[in-house]
């Protein structure tokens, strides 16, 4: 019997950044030391109201198996736990009378809360 010596791959998360959330991060990134370091990242970790909740921040770090994508000059970064589950989302800027904010469109979303910051998978 031989030991299985495959690697697995992991799938490269598809996830798209609107060029009007782009416009966004940079304003964001405009007083930032390093920006040449800096990424989105974004992730999908345990919590919220209906089980898990999005999270965007900018990070210098690159850690083992992340998936670095670049969109209208803005690098994106996901790590491995979070990538398939955010396989062909797109990120958008909202502004309304009402609110402002990032927009999460996720296709492997079963549902979300009334609060839209956190989904179920």
Not at 22 to 50: H, N, T, W, Y
Request: hydrophobic share 35%; glycine share 8%.
């Amino acid at each position: 019997m031989s030991a299985d010596t495959s690697v697995e791959t992991m799938p490269e998360s598809d996830v798209t950044l609107t060029e009007t959330a782009a416009e966004k991060v940079r304003s964001f990134l405009v007083d930032q030391p390093d920006v040449d370091d800096i990424a989105l990242r974004v992730a999908v970790q345990a919590g919220g109201c209906a089980g898990f909740r999005y999270a965007l921040f900018f990070d210098d770090r690159q850690l083992d198996g992340d998936v670095e994508q670049e969109h209208h000059g803005i690098r994106i970064r996901i790590d491995k736990m979070s990538s398939p589950y955010l396989s062909g989302t797109v990120i958008d800027w909202k502004e309304s009378l009402e609110a402002s904010g990032f927009s999460i469109e996720n296709p492997n979303s079963s549902g979300s809360c009334a609060c839209g910051d956190s989904a179920t998978f």
